[in-house]
Protein backbone atom coordinates (compact mmCIF):
# COMPACT_ATOMS: atom_id res chain seq x y z
CA UNK A 1 0.00 0.00 0.00
CA UNK A 2 1.48 3.57 -0.77
CA UNK A 3 2.78 5.33 2.32
CA UNK A 4 0.14 8.16 1.58
CA UNK A 5 -2.47 6.10 1.43
CA UNK A 6 -1.66 4.45 4.45
CA UNK A 7 -1.80 7.71 6.00
CA UNK A 8 -5.03 8.43 5.04
CA UNK A 9 -6.79 5.20 6.48
CA UNK A 10 -4.48 6.41 9.83
CA UNK A 11 -6.00 9.88 10.22
CA UNK A 12 -9.20 8.65 8.98
CA UNK A 13 -9.41 6.01 12.00
CA UNK A 14 -7.81 8.79 14.25
CA UNK A 15 -10.66 10.95 14.05
CA UNK A 16 -13.01 8.35 13.94
CA UNK A 17 -11.69 7.49 17.23
CA UNK A 18 -12.07 10.80 18.22
CA UNK A 19 -15.23 11.21 17.39
CA UNK A 20 -16.37 8.09 19.50
CA UNK A 21 -14.64 9.08 22.33
CA UNK A 22 -14.09 12.40 22.70
CA UNK A 23 -14.85 14.27 25.76
CA UNK A 24 -15.95 17.83 26.58
CA UNK A 25 -12.87 19.25 28.51
CA UNK A 26 -12.04 22.55 30.67
CA UNK A 27 -15.87 21.62 33.01
CA UNK A 28 -16.42 23.83 35.81
CA UNK A 29 -18.84 24.63 38.10
CA UNK A 30 -19.76 28.15 40.44
CA UNK A 31 -22.59 28.02 43.00
CA UNK A 32 -23.92 31.08 43.21
CA UNK A 33 -27.14 32.59 45.03
CA UNK A 34 -28.99 29.19 45.11
CA UNK A 35 -28.14 28.45 41.33
CA UNK A 36 -24.71 26.07 40.07
CA UNK A 37 -23.51 27.38 36.80
CA UNK A 38 -22.11 24.37 34.83
CA UNK A 39 -19.79 24.99 31.33
CA UNK A 40 -17.56 23.05 29.42
CA UNK A 41 -15.06 23.07 26.52
CA UNK A 42 -17.83 21.27 23.74
CA UNK A 43 -16.03 18.44 21.87
CA UNK A 44 -18.23 18.82 18.42
CA UNK A 45 -21.29 16.78 20.05
CA UNK A 46 -24.82 17.24 18.98
CA UNK A 47 -25.58 17.10 22.69
CA UNK A 48 -24.66 17.12 26.27
CA UNK A 49 -25.70 15.13 29.42
CA UNK A 50 -25.09 16.72 32.62
CA UNK A 51 -24.66 14.07 35.51
CA UNK A 52 -25.12 15.52 39.49
CA UNK A 53 -23.96 13.07 42.31
CA UNK A 54 -23.22 13.86 46.45
CA UNK A 55 -19.54 12.13 45.51
CA UNK A 56 -17.17 12.02 43.20
CA UNK A 57 -18.07 11.31 39.76
CA UNK A 58 -16.50 7.87 38.38
CA UNK A 59 -16.80 5.38 36.16
CA UNK A 60 -17.89 3.20 39.10
CA UNK A 61 -20.33 5.78 40.62
CA UNK A 62 -21.75 7.53 37.16
CA UNK A 63 -24.81 4.81 37.46
CA UNK A 64 -25.44 6.12 40.58
CA UNK A 65 -25.25 9.49 39.44
CA UNK A 66 -28.62 11.70 38.27
CA UNK A 67 -28.41 13.06 34.39
CA UNK A 68 -30.15 16.33 35.75
CA UNK A 69 -30.68 17.68 31.56
CA UNK A 70 -29.50 17.03 28.19
CA UNK A 71 -28.91 19.56 26.26
CA UNK A 72 -27.76 20.96 22.59
CA UNK A 73 -24.40 22.43 21.31
CA UNK A 74 -25.92 25.80 21.35
CA UNK A 75 -26.60 26.65 24.39
CA UNK A 76 -24.05 29.35 25.15
CA UNK A 77 -26.24 31.00 22.41
CA UNK A 78 -29.08 33.91 22.97
CA UNK A 79 -32.30 32.78 21.70
CA UNK A 80 -35.50 34.79 20.58
CA UNK A 81 -33.76 38.31 20.35
CA UNK A 82 -33.11 38.13 24.00
CA UNK A 83 -30.05 40.66 24.47
CA UNK A 84 -29.99 42.48 20.88
CA UNK A 85 -30.61 45.80 22.01
CA UNK A 86 -26.85 45.81 23.78
CA UNK A 87 -25.22 43.10 20.89
CA UNK A 88 -25.14 39.88 22.95
CA UNK A 89 -25.12 37.23 21.45
CA UNK A 90 -23.48 34.79 23.91
CA UNK A 91 -24.70 34.32 27.69
CA UNK A 92 -23.26 35.89 30.55
CA UNK A 93 -22.88 34.45 33.89
CA UNK A 94 -20.28 36.96 35.52
CA UNK A 95 -21.53 39.75 36.70
CA UNK A 96 -20.42 43.41 34.98
CA UNK A 97 -20.21 45.87 37.84
CA UNK A 98 -18.18 48.82 36.75
CA UNK A 99 -17.56 50.69 33.25
CA UNK A 100 -19.59 50.38 30.21
CA UNK A 101 -21.12 47.84 27.79
CA UNK A 102 -21.18 44.40 27.66
CA UNK A 103 -19.64 41.88 30.73
CA UNK A 104 -17.76 38.60 29.39
CA UNK A 105 -19.58 36.42 26.49
CA UNK A 106 -19.47 32.97 26.54
CA UNK A 107 -18.80 31.72 23.11
CA UNK A 108 -19.56 28.98 20.17
CA UNK A 109 -16.85 26.79 22.06
CA UNK A 110 -18.57 26.92 25.19
CA UNK A 111 -21.75 25.14 26.95
CA UNK A 112 -23.32 26.60 29.70
CA UNK A 113 -26.26 24.88 32.03
CA UNK A 114 -27.93 26.64 35.05
CA UNK A 115 -28.99 24.44 37.85
CA UNK A 116 -31.14 25.56 40.42
CA UNK A 117 -30.71 24.06 44.09
CA UNK A 118 -33.13 22.56 45.83
CA UNK A 119 -31.72 20.88 48.67
CA UNK A 120 -31.16 22.67 51.76
CA UNK A 121 -27.46 22.53 51.39
CA UNK A 122 -24.78 19.94 50.54
CA UNK A 123 -21.72 19.46 48.66
CA UNK A 124 -22.16 18.21 45.02
CA UNK A 125 -20.30 16.82 42.16
CA UNK A 126 -20.99 17.26 38.47
CA UNK A 127 -20.05 15.16 35.00
CA UNK A 128 -20.20 16.35 31.51
CA UNK A 129 -20.53 13.63 28.45
CA UNK A 130 -21.13 13.93 24.95
CA UNK A 131 -23.12 11.89 22.54
CA UNK A 132 -24.70 9.96 24.89
CA UNK A 133 -22.49 8.11 26.47
CA UNK A 134 -20.81 7.87 30.02
CA UNK A 135 -17.43 8.13 29.13
CA UNK A 136 -15.39 9.84 31.70
CA UNK A 137 -11.97 11.43 31.37
CA UNK A 138 -11.06 14.91 32.53
CA UNK A 139 -14.70 15.83 32.17
CA UNK A 140 -15.53 16.00 35.69
CA UNK A 141 -15.64 18.97 38.53
CA UNK A 142 -16.42 19.35 41.99
CA UNK A 143 -17.42 19.17 44.84
CA UNK A 144 -19.12 22.76 44.94
CA UNK A 145 -20.77 23.52 47.86
CA UNK A 146 -24.23 24.49 47.51
CA UNK A 147 -27.19 26.01 49.35
CA UNK A 148 -30.55 26.29 48.45
CA UNK A 149 -31.21 30.29 48.72
CA UNK A 150 -33.40 32.92 47.15
CA UNK A 151 -31.70 33.01 43.36
CA UNK A 152 -30.65 36.48 41.52
CA UNK A 153 -30.27 38.51 38.39
CA UNK A 154 -26.62 39.71 37.91
CA UNK A 155 -25.93 42.80 35.83
CA UNK A 156 -24.47 42.41 32.37
CA UNK A 157 -24.76 45.35 30.45
CA UNK A 158 -23.74 49.21 31.77
CA UNK A 159 -24.74 52.72 30.02
CA UNK A 160 -25.16 55.76 30.86
CA UNK A 161 -27.32 57.21 28.27
CA UNK A 162 -27.94 61.36 26.79
CA UNK A 163 -29.38 62.85 30.21
CA UNK A 164 -26.85 61.13 32.66
CA UNK A 165 -29.18 58.35 33.76
CA UNK A 166 -27.47 55.03 34.51
CA UNK A 167 -28.95 52.10 32.66
CA UNK A 168 -28.02 48.47 33.25
CA UNK A 169 -29.48 45.00 32.07
CA UNK A 170 -29.78 42.15 33.75
CA UNK A 171 -29.96 39.06 33.09
CA UNK A 172 -32.31 36.24 34.94
CA UNK A 173 -31.36 32.67 35.35
CA UNK A 174 -34.71 30.62 35.80
CA UNK A 175 -35.24 26.64 36.73
CA UNK A 176 -34.30 25.08 33.23
CA UNK A 177 -35.91 22.11 35.23
CA UNK A 178 -39.60 23.07 35.36
CA UNK A 179 -39.24 26.03 32.48
CA UNK A 180 -40.86 25.34 29.20
CA UNK A 181 -37.02 25.76 27.28
CA UNK A 182 -38.53 25.79 23.67
CA UNK A 183 -41.20 28.64 24.31
CA UNK A 184 -38.67 31.13 24.95
CA UNK A 185 -35.49 30.09 26.60
CA UNK A 186 -35.09 29.86 30.52
CA UNK A 187 -32.53 33.15 30.78
CA UNK A 188 -34.20 36.14 30.14
CA UNK A 189 -32.93 39.94 30.50
CA UNK A 190 -34.22 42.74 32.15
CA UNK A 191 -33.82 46.36 31.99
CA UNK A 192 -33.35 49.20 34.99
CA UNK A 193 -32.74 52.97 34.93
CA UNK A 194 -31.72 54.60 37.69
CA UNK A 195 -31.95 58.58 39.32
CA UNK A 196 -28.47 60.59 38.71
CA UNK A 197 -28.90 60.20 42.64
CA UNK A 198 -28.78 56.69 43.09
CA UNK A 199 -25.49 55.66 43.25
CA UNK A 200 -24.56 58.23 45.92
CA UNK A 201 -27.87 57.98 48.12
CA UNK A 202 -27.93 55.55 50.82
CA UNK A 203 -32.38 55.87 50.74
CA UNK A 204 -35.38 54.20 48.86
CA UNK A 205 -36.64 55.08 45.57
CA UNK A 206 -39.76 54.64 44.29
CA UNK A 207 -39.77 51.60 41.64
CA UNK A 208 -41.66 52.10 38.68
CA UNK A 209 -42.50 49.22 36.02
CA UNK A 210 -42.81 49.50 32.14
CA UNK A 211 -44.64 46.78 30.03
CA UNK A 212 -44.88 46.80 26.12
CA UNK A 213 -47.13 45.81 24.12
CA UNK A 214 -47.90 42.79 21.47
CA UNK A 215 -44.25 43.15 19.12
CA UNK A 216 -42.77 45.44 21.41
CA UNK A 217 -39.35 44.54 22.83
CA UNK A 218 -36.97 45.83 25.87
CA UNK A 219 -34.41 48.46 24.06
CA UNK A 220 -30.61 49.22 24.89
CA UNK A 221 -32.21 52.65 26.73
CA UNK A 222 -35.44 53.69 28.99
CA UNK A 223 -36.92 56.28 27.30
CA UNK A 224 -36.77 59.51 29.37
CA UNK A 225 -36.09 57.83 32.56
CA UNK A 226 -37.36 59.74 35.88
CA UNK A 227 -34.78 61.31 38.00
CA UNK A 228 -36.77 60.33 40.72
CA UNK A 229 -37.74 57.17 40.29
CA UNK A 230 -35.89 53.52 39.44
CA UNK A 231 -37.43 52.09 36.46
CA UNK A 232 -37.45 48.75 34.67
CA UNK A 233 -38.59 47.32 31.33
CA UNK A 234 -39.63 44.55 31.10
CA UNK A 235 -39.76 41.86 28.27
CA UNK A 236 -42.44 39.73 27.13
CA UNK A 237 -40.46 37.60 24.97
CA UNK A 238 -41.36 36.10 21.61
CA UNK A 239 -41.19 32.33 21.36
CA UNK A 240 -40.25 30.51 18.79
CA UNK A 241 -43.64 30.48 17.04
CA UNK A 242 -43.64 34.48 17.07
CA UNK A 243 -46.07 34.18 19.66
CA UNK A 244 -45.92 36.74 22.96
CA UNK A 245 -47.04 35.11 26.00
CA UNK A 246 -48.98 38.81 27.48
CA UNK A 247 -47.34 38.59 30.61
CA UNK A 248 -48.77 35.53 32.28
CA UNK A 249 -46.96 32.26 31.09
CA UNK A 250 -47.79 29.57 28.64
CA UNK A 251 -47.95 25.93 28.58
CA UNK A 252 -45.45 23.88 30.87
CA UNK A 253 -42.98 21.06 29.34
CA UNK A 254 -45.97 18.74 28.74
CA UNK A 255 -49.02 21.15 27.98
CA UNK A 256 -50.29 19.62 31.38
CA UNK A 257 -51.20 23.14 32.73
CA UNK A 258 -50.26 26.61 32.35
CA UNK A 259 -47.57 28.15 34.10
CA UNK A 260 -47.28 31.89 35.67
CA UNK A 261 -43.66 32.13 33.62
CA UNK A 262 -43.69 35.30 32.91
CA UNK A 263 -45.70 37.15 35.62
CA UNK A 264 -42.98 34.81 38.05
CA UNK A 265 -39.70 36.62 36.68
CA UNK A 266 -40.98 39.78 36.56
CA UNK A 267 -42.26 40.15 40.36
CA UNK A 268 -38.71 38.38 40.31
CA UNK A 269 -36.95 41.28 39.10
CA UNK A 270 -39.12 43.60 41.79
CA UNK A 271 -38.32 41.92 44.39
CA UNK A 272 -34.38 42.30 43.28
CA UNK A 273 -35.57 45.72 43.01
CA UNK A 274 -36.35 46.28 46.29
CA UNK A 275 -33.95 43.79 47.77
CA UNK A 276 -30.46 45.26 46.05
CA UNK A 277 -31.27 48.17 44.10
CA UNK A 278 -32.67 50.03 46.94
CA UNK A 279 -36.27 50.20 45.91
CA UNK A 280 -39.27 51.20 48.08
CA UNK A 281 -41.58 48.10 48.71
CA UNK A 282 -44.23 50.79 49.61
CA UNK A 283 -44.00 52.66 46.48
CA UNK A 284 -44.46 50.41 43.97
CA UNK A 285 -45.81 51.35 39.89
CA UNK A 286 -46.92 49.62 36.72
CA UNK A 287 -48.45 50.93 33.57
CA UNK A 288 -48.32 49.87 30.24
CA UNK A 289 -50.89 50.28 27.33
CA UNK A 290 -52.24 47.37 25.35
CA UNK A 291 -50.60 44.04 26.04
CA UNK A 292 -48.23 46.12 28.10
CA UNK A 293 -51.58 47.66 29.65
CA UNK A 294 -53.06 44.03 30.59
CA UNK A 295 -49.99 42.68 32.20
CA UNK A 296 -50.76 45.44 34.85
CA UNK A 297 -54.26 44.76 35.25
CA UNK A 298 -53.71 41.27 35.26
CA UNK A 299 -50.50 41.49 37.88
CA UNK A 300 -52.98 44.31 40.25
CA UNK A 301 -55.64 41.63 40.32
CA UNK A 302 -52.66 39.34 41.87
CA UNK A 303 -50.19 41.37 43.76
CA UNK A 304 -51.84 43.83 46.27
CA UNK A 305 -48.65 42.94 48.38
CA UNK A 306 -46.50 43.89 45.82
CA UNK A 307 -48.37 47.07 43.56
CA UNK A 308 -49.82 50.31 45.28
CA UNK A 309 -51.67 51.17 42.26
CA UNK A 310 -51.60 50.43 38.23
CA UNK A 311 -52.51 52.27 35.11
CA UNK A 312 -53.88 49.98 32.41
CA UNK A 313 -54.37 51.95 28.72
CA UNK A 314 -56.79 49.86 27.01
CA UNK A 315 -56.21 46.47 28.84
CA UNK A 316 -57.62 43.01 27.74
CA UNK A 317 -60.11 42.16 30.92
CA UNK A 318 -60.97 38.62 29.57
CA UNK A 319 -59.60 35.96 27.68
CA UNK A 320 -61.83 33.41 28.18
CA UNK A 321 -64.42 35.55 25.31
CA UNK A 322 -63.88 33.75 22.46
CA UNK A 323 -64.42 36.95 20.72
CA UNK A 324 -61.66 38.48 21.62
CA UNK A 325 -59.80 39.98 18.55
CA UNK A 326 -56.72 37.85 20.27
CA UNK A 327 -58.17 34.88 21.53
CA UNK A 328 -55.81 32.90 19.38
CA UNK A 329 -53.02 33.85 21.13
CA UNK A 330 -54.87 32.81 24.29
CA UNK A 331 -55.14 29.23 22.55
CA UNK A 332 -51.28 29.58 21.47
CA UNK A 333 -50.31 29.40 25.28
CA UNK A 334 -52.78 28.25 27.60
CA UNK A 335 -53.73 25.58 24.60
CA UNK A 336 -57.07 24.16 23.64
CA UNK A 337 -59.77 25.74 24.83
CA UNK A 338 -61.44 21.91 25.90
CA UNK A 339 -58.70 20.89 27.20
CA UNK A 340 -59.44 23.59 30.01
CA UNK A 341 -55.91 23.52 31.93
CA UNK A 342 -55.05 24.37 35.35
CA UNK A 343 -52.65 27.45 36.04
CA UNK A 344 -49.72 26.58 38.10
CA UNK A 345 -48.14 29.61 40.23
CA UNK A 346 -44.65 28.99 41.12
CA UNK A 347 -43.39 29.13 44.40
CA UNK A 348 -41.27 31.80 45.32
CA UNK A 349 -40.00 30.27 48.63
CA UNK A 350 -38.69 34.01 49.50
CA UNK A 351 -38.36 33.83 53.05
CA UNK A 352 -38.36 37.11 53.21
CA UNK A 353 -42.06 37.55 51.18
CA UNK A 354 -44.15 34.25 52.82
CA UNK A 355 -46.77 36.74 51.80
CA UNK A 356 -46.72 35.72 47.77
CA UNK A 357 -46.83 31.60 48.49
CA UNK A 358 -49.57 32.14 51.23
CA UNK A 359 -51.46 34.41 48.67
CA UNK A 360 -51.30 32.47 45.51
CA UNK A 361 -51.06 28.72 45.99
CA UNK A 362 -54.19 28.04 47.20
CA UNK A 363 -55.64 28.88 43.75
CA UNK A 364 -53.33 26.47 41.50
CA UNK A 365 -55.53 24.10 39.93
CA UNK A 366 -58.08 27.23 38.87
CA UNK A 367 -59.25 26.52 35.38
CA UNK A 368 -56.95 29.06 32.76
CA UNK A 369 -59.45 30.82 31.13
CA UNK A 370 -61.57 31.47 34.53
CA UNK A 371 -57.98 32.81 35.94
CA UNK A 372 -57.24 35.16 33.07
CA UNK A 373 -60.84 36.72 33.06
CA UNK A 374 -59.81 40.01 35.03
CA UNK A 375 -63.04 41.08 34.73
CA UNK A 376 -64.81 37.93 36.79
CA UNK A 377 -62.23 37.91 38.98
CA UNK A 378 -62.98 41.30 40.42
CA UNK A 379 -65.63 39.79 42.68
CA UNK A 380 -65.18 35.78 42.45
CA UNK A 381 -62.27 36.91 44.31
CA UNK A 382 -63.83 39.70 46.64
CA UNK A 383 -62.31 38.68 49.42
CA UNK A 384 -58.99 39.57 48.15
CA UNK A 385 -57.52 42.96 48.02
CA UNK A 386 -56.15 44.95 44.50
CA UNK A 387 -53.88 47.57 44.02
CA UNK A 388 -55.04 51.07 42.76
CA UNK A 389 -56.87 50.19 39.66
CA UNK A 390 -56.53 53.04 37.24
CA UNK A 391 -57.58 52.24 33.70
CA UNK A 392 -59.47 53.18 30.32
CA UNK A 393 -60.99 51.75 27.10
CA UNK A 394 -61.87 52.87 23.89
CA UNK A 395 -65.25 52.19 22.05
CA UNK A 396 -63.54 52.14 18.54
CA UNK A 397 -60.80 50.19 19.52
CA UNK A 398 -61.05 47.13 17.56
CA UNK A 399 -57.53 45.10 18.51
CA UNK A 400 -58.21 45.23 22.38
CA UNK A 401 -61.93 45.32 21.03
CA UNK A 402 -64.74 47.13 22.90
CA UNK A 403 -67.51 44.60 22.55
CA UNK A 404 -66.00 41.80 24.34
CA UNK A 405 -62.89 43.42 26.34
CA UNK A 406 -64.44 47.27 27.43
CA UNK A 407 -67.92 47.30 27.03
CA UNK A 408 -68.22 44.21 29.89
CA UNK A 409 -65.49 45.34 32.11
CA UNK A 410 -67.18 48.96 33.05
CA UNK A 411 -70.25 47.93 34.88
CA UNK A 412 -68.21 45.01 36.70
CA UNK A 413 -65.62 47.70 38.17
CA UNK A 414 -67.79 50.22 38.76
CA UNK A 415 -69.87 48.10 41.42
CA UNK A 416 -67.09 45.90 42.63
CA UNK A 417 -66.22 47.13 45.75
CA UNK A 418 -62.47 48.12 44.42
CA UNK A 419 -60.63 50.57 44.44
CA UNK A 420 -59.86 52.17 40.62
CA UNK A 421 -60.27 55.17 38.41
CA UNK A 422 -61.86 54.79 34.78
CA UNK A 423 -62.58 56.35 31.88
CA UNK A 424 -64.16 55.27 28.59
CA UNK A 425 -63.65 57.68 25.57
CA UNK A 426 -64.36 56.92 21.87
CA UNK A 427 -60.84 56.34 20.66
CA UNK A 428 -59.55 54.16 18.61
CA UNK A 429 -56.27 51.45 19.60
CA UNK A 430 -53.96 54.38 20.84
CA UNK A 431 -51.39 54.95 23.96
CA UNK A 432 -54.16 57.01 26.09
CA UNK A 433 -51.14 58.54 28.22
CA UNK A 434 -52.27 58.06 31.87
CA UNK A 435 -55.46 59.73 31.40
CA UNK A 436 -57.35 58.12 34.41
CA UNK A 437 -54.32 59.17 36.12
CA UNK A 438 -55.06 62.32 39.03
CA UNK A 439 -51.35 62.97 38.91
CA UNK A 440 -51.45 65.08 42.30
CA UNK A 441 -52.74 62.07 44.38
CA UNK A 442 -49.63 59.52 42.95
CA UNK A 443 -47.20 61.68 41.91
CA UNK A 444 -45.34 64.80 43.85
CA UNK A 445 -45.91 66.92 40.74
CA UNK A 446 -48.27 67.05 37.78
CA UNK A 447 -46.03 65.09 35.35
CA UNK A 448 -45.83 60.74 35.99
CA UNK A 449 -42.11 61.73 35.86
CA UNK A 450 -41.59 62.97 38.71
CA UNK A 451 -41.39 61.31 42.14
CA UNK A 452 -44.04 58.29 42.83
CA UNK A 453 -45.57 58.83 46.49
CA UNK A 454 -48.63 57.02 46.51
CA UNK A 455 -48.02 54.49 49.12
CA UNK A 456 -48.96 50.97 49.78
CA UNK A 457 -49.14 50.87 53.39
CA UNK A 458 -52.13 53.30 53.47
CA UNK A 459 -55.78 52.06 53.88
CA UNK A 460 -58.23 52.97 50.91
CA UNK A 461 -61.76 52.84 50.03
CA UNK A 462 -63.33 50.44 48.06
CA UNK A 463 -66.08 51.75 45.68
CA UNK A 464 -69.73 50.20 44.44
CA UNK A 465 -72.88 51.64 42.79
CA UNK A 466 -70.45 54.21 40.93
CA UNK A 467 -73.09 56.22 37.99
CA UNK A 468 -71.28 54.71 34.00
CA UNK A 469 -70.18 58.64 33.87
CA UNK A 470 -68.15 59.24 37.34
CA UNK A 471 -64.78 58.46 36.36
CA UNK A 472 -63.60 58.99 39.98
CA UNK A 473 -60.38 60.13 38.75
CA UNK A 474 -60.64 63.11 40.72
CA UNK A 475 -61.89 61.27 43.97
CA UNK A 476 -59.14 61.59 46.57
CA UNK A 477 -59.14 59.71 50.13
CA UNK A 478 -57.38 60.91 53.63
CA UNK A 479 -56.95 58.18 56.25
CA UNK A 480 -57.98 59.47 59.54
CA UNK A 481 -58.05 56.06 61.67
CA UNK A 482 -57.04 52.48 60.61
CA UNK A 483 -57.33 50.86 64.15
CA UNK A 484 -59.02 46.80 64.94
CA UNK A 485 -62.42 48.73 65.17
CA UNK A 486 -62.42 51.05 63.41
CA UNK A 487 -62.03 52.81 59.96
CA UNK A 488 -62.24 56.38 59.62
CA UNK A 489 -61.41 58.05 56.08
CA UNK A 490 -62.19 61.75 54.32
CA UNK A 491 -63.16 61.07 51.04
CA UNK A 492 -63.23 63.87 48.46
CA UNK A 493 -64.63 63.77 44.77
CA UNK A 494 -66.94 61.21 44.57
CA UNK A 495 -69.50 63.49 43.74
CA UNK A 496 -72.39 61.00 43.86
CA UNK A 497 -74.53 58.28 46.41
CA UNK A 498 -72.18 54.88 46.34
CA UNK A 499 -71.46 52.50 48.33
CA UNK A 500 -68.05 52.35 50.26
CA UNK A 501 -66.03 49.17 51.39
CA UNK A 502 -62.95 49.60 53.61
CA UNK A 503 -60.15 48.17 51.41
CA UNK A 504 -55.83 47.15 52.12
CA UNK A 505 -56.59 47.61 55.97
CA UNK A 506 -53.23 48.34 57.91
CA UNK A 507 -55.56 47.23 61.36
CA UNK A 508 -58.84 46.91 60.83
CA UNK A 509 -60.51 43.33 60.95
CA UNK A 510 -63.77 42.14 59.60
CA UNK A 511 -64.83 38.43 60.43
CA UNK A 512 -68.24 37.04 59.04
CA UNK A 513 -71.23 37.98 61.42
CA UNK A 514 -69.30 41.18 62.63
CA UNK A 515 -71.66 44.01 63.23
CA UNK A 516 -70.78 47.85 62.23
CA UNK A 517 -72.13 51.30 62.70
CA UNK A 518 -71.56 53.45 60.01
CA UNK A 519 -70.82 57.08 60.25
CA UNK A 520 -71.13 60.12 57.89
CA UNK A 521 -69.45 63.30 59.71
CA UNK A 522 -70.09 62.15 63.30
CA UNK A 523 -73.28 61.27 62.46
CA UNK A 524 -74.57 57.60 62.69
CA UNK A 525 -76.34 57.02 59.26
CA UNK A 526 -76.27 52.72 59.26
CA UNK A 527 -76.37 50.25 62.03
CA UNK A 528 -76.09 46.41 62.00
CA UNK A 529 -74.39 46.56 59.00
CA UNK A 530 -73.03 42.43 59.14
CA UNK A 531 -69.20 41.50 58.19
CA UNK A 532 -69.81 38.48 55.02
CA UNK A 533 -68.07 35.49 54.33
CA UNK A 534 -65.24 37.76 52.36
CA UNK A 535 -63.90 39.25 55.52
CA UNK A 536 -65.57 42.94 53.89
CA UNK A 537 -68.73 44.94 55.09
CA UNK A 538 -69.86 47.51 52.66
CA UNK A 539 -71.89 50.28 53.16
CA UNK A 540 -74.15 51.07 50.57
CA UNK A 541 -76.10 54.77 49.89
CA UNK A 542 -73.68 56.85 51.34
CA UNK A 543 -74.09 60.44 50.28
CA UNK A 544 -70.66 61.36 48.75
CA UNK A 545 -71.83 63.98 46.88
CA UNK A 546 -69.64 66.59 48.91
CA UNK A 547 -66.39 65.97 51.12
CA UNK A 548 -66.92 64.04 53.86
CA UNK A 549 -65.39 61.51 56.45
CA UNK A 550 -66.99 57.91 56.66
CA UNK A 551 -66.46 55.80 59.78
CA UNK A 552 -66.99 52.50 60.34
CA UNK A 553 -67.28 51.18 63.93
CA UNK A 554 -67.43 47.32 65.05
CA UNK A 555 -70.18 47.16 67.66
CA UNK A 556 -70.19 43.39 68.05
CA UNK A 557 -67.58 40.97 67.12
CA UNK A 558 -68.86 37.76 66.00
CA UNK A 559 -68.68 34.67 68.95
CA UNK A 560 -67.07 31.50 68.07
CA UNK A 561 -67.76 28.43 69.97
CA UNK A 562 -65.11 26.02 70.43
CA UNK A 563 -66.18 23.92 67.63
CA UNK A 564 -65.48 26.95 65.32
CA UNK A 565 -69.27 27.28 64.61
CA UNK A 566 -70.70 30.67 64.90
CA UNK A 567 -73.66 31.22 67.72
CA UNK A 568 -76.10 33.23 65.59
CA UNK A 569 -75.90 31.37 62.55
CA UNK A 570 -77.37 33.57 60.46
CA UNK A 571 -79.20 36.93 59.87
CA UNK A 572 -80.13 38.23 55.96
CA UNK A 573 -80.80 41.57 55.64
CA UNK A 574 -82.30 43.30 52.31
CA UNK A 575 -81.87 46.92 51.94
CA UNK A 576 -83.13 48.49 49.20
CA UNK A 577 -82.48 52.64 48.10
CA UNK A 578 -84.22 54.39 47.06
CA UNK A 579 -87.59 53.03 48.42
CA UNK A 580 -89.86 54.17 46.95
CA UNK A 581 -88.19 54.48 43.35
CA UNK A 582 -88.36 55.33 39.87
CA UNK A 583 -86.80 53.43 37.43
CA UNK A 584 -84.20 52.02 38.89
CA UNK A 585 -83.41 50.55 42.76
CA UNK A 586 -80.85 49.54 44.07
CA UNK A 587 -80.64 46.18 46.35
CA UNK A 588 -77.64 45.23 48.52
CA UNK A 589 -78.31 41.54 50.45
CA UNK A 590 -76.45 40.96 53.35
CA UNK A 591 -75.99 37.17 54.97
CA UNK A 592 -74.19 36.51 58.34
CA UNK A 593 -72.68 32.90 58.26
CA UNK A 594 -71.05 30.61 55.75
CA UNK A 595 -73.62 30.02 53.43
CA UNK A 596 -73.93 31.74 50.00
CA UNK A 597 -76.13 33.56 48.60
CA UNK A 598 -78.21 31.90 46.38
CA UNK A 599 -80.94 33.93 44.56
CA UNK A 600 -82.54 37.23 44.58
CA UNK A 601 -85.96 37.11 42.74
CA UNK A 602 -88.74 39.85 42.16
CA UNK A 603 -92.37 38.95 42.57
CA UNK A 604 -95.37 41.27 41.95
CA UNK A 605 -98.13 42.16 45.23
CA UNK A 606 -99.99 38.97 43.66
CA UNK A 607 -97.03 36.97 44.32
CA UNK A 608 -96.43 36.60 40.06
CA UNK A 609 -92.88 36.08 38.95
CA UNK A 610 -91.65 39.11 37.59
CA UNK A 611 -87.99 38.60 37.17
CA UNK A 612 -84.86 36.66 38.53
CA UNK A 613 -81.55 38.92 39.25
CA UNK A 614 -79.39 36.23 40.52
CA UNK A 615 -76.81 36.71 37.67
CA UNK A 616 -77.04 40.26 37.35
CA UNK A 617 -75.85 40.47 41.33
CA UNK A 618 -72.29 41.12 42.21
CA UNK A 619 -71.46 40.89 45.90
CA UNK A 620 -74.59 40.88 46.94
CA UNK A 621 -75.20 43.71 45.08
CA UNK A 622 -78.08 44.24 42.00
CA UNK A 623 -79.95 47.25 40.34
CA UNK A 624 -83.20 46.39 39.02
CA UNK A 625 -84.78 48.83 36.30
CA UNK A 626 -88.27 48.35 36.37
CA UNK A 627 -88.81 50.63 33.26
CA UNK A 628 -90.97 47.88 31.60
CA UNK A 629 -93.78 47.39 35.03
CA UNK A 630 -96.32 49.00 36.49
CA UNK A 631 -96.26 51.11 39.48
CA UNK A 632 -96.69 49.04 42.14
CA UNK A 633 -95.70 46.91 45.45
CA UNK A 634 -93.12 44.70 44.64
CA UNK A 635 -91.53 42.21 46.66
CA UNK A 636 -87.53 41.22 46.75
CA UNK A 637 -86.93 37.48 47.87
CA UNK A 638 -83.21 36.48 48.99
CA UNK A 639 -82.43 33.15 49.65
CA UNK A 640 -78.86 31.66 51.12
CA UNK A 641 -78.70 28.24 51.99
CA UNK A 642 -81.87 27.51 54.26
CA UNK A 643 -82.57 31.15 55.17
CA UNK A 644 -84.65 33.41 52.87
CA UNK A 645 -85.76 36.98 53.11
CA UNK A 646 -88.80 39.55 51.76
CA UNK A 647 -88.48 42.96 51.42
CA UNK A 648 -91.48 45.62 50.03
CA UNK A 649 -90.68 48.16 48.00
CA UNK A 650 -92.69 50.47 45.85
CA UNK A 651 -92.54 52.10 42.33
CA UNK A 652 -94.23 55.02 41.51
CA UNK A 653 -94.53 56.74 38.29
Not at 12 to 21: H, N, R, T, Y
Not at 77 to 86: Q, R, W, Y
Not at 583 to 594: F, K, T
Amino acid sequence: MPKHSSLFVFLFVLSLFQAVFSTPSNVQAFSRSGQTFITWTEDGSATYDIYRHAADITAGTIGQAVKIATINNTSSNTVFAIGEPIGQTHWIIQPKTSGTGLGTQLTDNDGLYVHTTTEASGSFYYAVTSGGTTTLSGNTTGPVVEQKTVSKPIPIWRGTDGTGHLTIHFAQFMDPAIWNLGYEGYIINFVAAFPQTWESSSGQFPVVNTFNGRSGRITQFIGAPSNYNITLYHDAVASSNGMQDWYYGHLNKDSTAVYNYTEYRVIKAILYAISDLKGDPNRIFAWGHSMGGSACLSLASRYPMIFSSVYCSQPATDWSNTGFAWYNDGLNNYGPRVSNLPIYNIPYNDPARPDLDAHLQRYNGTSVWDWQNIRGNLTSRAGDDMPLICTTHGTNDVSIDWPTQGRPFGPALLNSGRTFKYIVNDAVHTNQGFNSIFTLQMFASGSTFSEYKFRLNLSMPGFSGIDSGNTMRFCTWTVVQDTRDVWEMTIAGAAQVCGITPRRCQAFEVHPGDTFDVYLNDVLTQTGLVGDTARLVTADNLDLTTTKTVKFVNTSRNAIDKTGKQHDALALTIDARPNPFNPAVLISVRARCSAPLQKITMYDISGKFVADLTSKTTNGRVVWDASNHPSGVYIVRARAGAWSKEKQILLTR
